[in-house]
């Protein structure tokens, strides 16, 4: 066969092959499909049977150390997500198996809002060993992120004077940075939480968005995630129209945003990208 010609047709079947590959799952980069069977507003999260049937190629958040929840892991991994864990770093939940080690670290009143949790009141003492070890085990069900709840409590200074946690900001920071860089060590990505400040180490954000509070966090913050290719993701709860509210988020960002709704018509998470 012509040298020329043989050159040709290799260059066609690489042209195709490659061109096959572009239908593959999309990149954690670009809009996915987001689950959030962690936490919730005012419906149901997401179940995990329904998880598994329906996320595919997707970014699933977990509470794997809720009941049942951790043995579903590689089955949901194996429809193509990546798997985030939650904890939440900036309160202890007394219905935690490792609460009363954490006792010591939080203060003594529960936070109204959610009278089941305590505020870290000192991030330089043995909270982080607390925290590092969810993390090892976390790691070892497979998961592929840690997604850090209660991360901003550090900034809230009304918050600080009702509960009276000693934790200063630069102590905070320190902490979250140094819980993402161990997160990093056990092979895992981080994603914040409702800011972006100083953790140019995480590798995605989540926002939490309300019906009457829409972009209410520092919008060139998750902006500069979009622009560094990083997971930016809207979780949006009590909407009547889910569809207008994710239009909206796109025109303030891009179509590269990640988005789920909490219908209020369906009283459930509504799934977009899928």
């Known amino acids: ?7 040709a047709i290799i260059s066609i079947l690489i042209s195709c092959n490659q061109s096959d ?11 996915i499909p987001i689950y959030n069977q ?34 579903s892991i590689a089955a949901i991994k194996a429809n193509g997500n990546e798997v985030g864990a939650y904890i939440s770093i900036g309160t202890g939940e007394n219905y935690r198996d490792d609460f009363t080690k954490m006792t010591p670290f ?28 969810r993390i090892d ?8 992120w840690v997604e850090f709840d209660n991360m901003d409590w550090c900034y809230d200074d009304e918050l600080r004077a009702t509960y009276g946690f000693q934790v200063t900001e630069e102590e905070g920071i320190a902490y979250y940075q140094e819980l993402c860089d161990y997160v990093h060590l056990k092979g895992m990505k981080c994603m914040a939480k409702n800011l972006v400040e100083h953790a140019s180490n995480f590798d995605g ?29 809207i979780n949006h709860y ?37």
């Open 1 to 7: 066969m012509n040298r020329i010609l043989l050159v």
């Open 21 to 31: 590959n572009s239908e593959e799952a999309p990149t954690l980069n670009s809009a």
């Open 38 to 71: 962690a936490y919730n507003e005012n419906f149901e999260p997401d179940k995990i049977e329904d998880i598994l049937v329906n996320a595919k190629n997707g970014y699933v958040l977990l509470d794997p150390f809720a009941d049942n929840v951790s043995a």
């Open 106 to 133: 939080l203060v003594t009143t529960s936070w109204g809002e959610w009278p089941d949790e305590y505020f870290v009141n000192s991030t330089t003492t043995g909270i982080l060993d607390i925290m590092k070890a």
């Open 137 to 144: 085990q976390i790691a070892s069900w497979g998961c592929d």
């Open 205 to 233: 954000v989540l926002y939490e968005s309300y019906s009457n509070d829409k972009n209410w966090w520092n919008q060139s913050g998750a902006q500069s995630f979009l622009d560094s290719d990083k997971l930016v993701i």
């Open 238 to 274: 009590n909407e009547t129209n889910c569809g207008q509210v994710y239009s909206e988020y796109k025109g303030i960002y891009n179509s590269d945003l990640s988005f789920i709704c909490e219908d209020a018509n369906l009283q459930k998470y509504v799934h977009y990208n899928e």
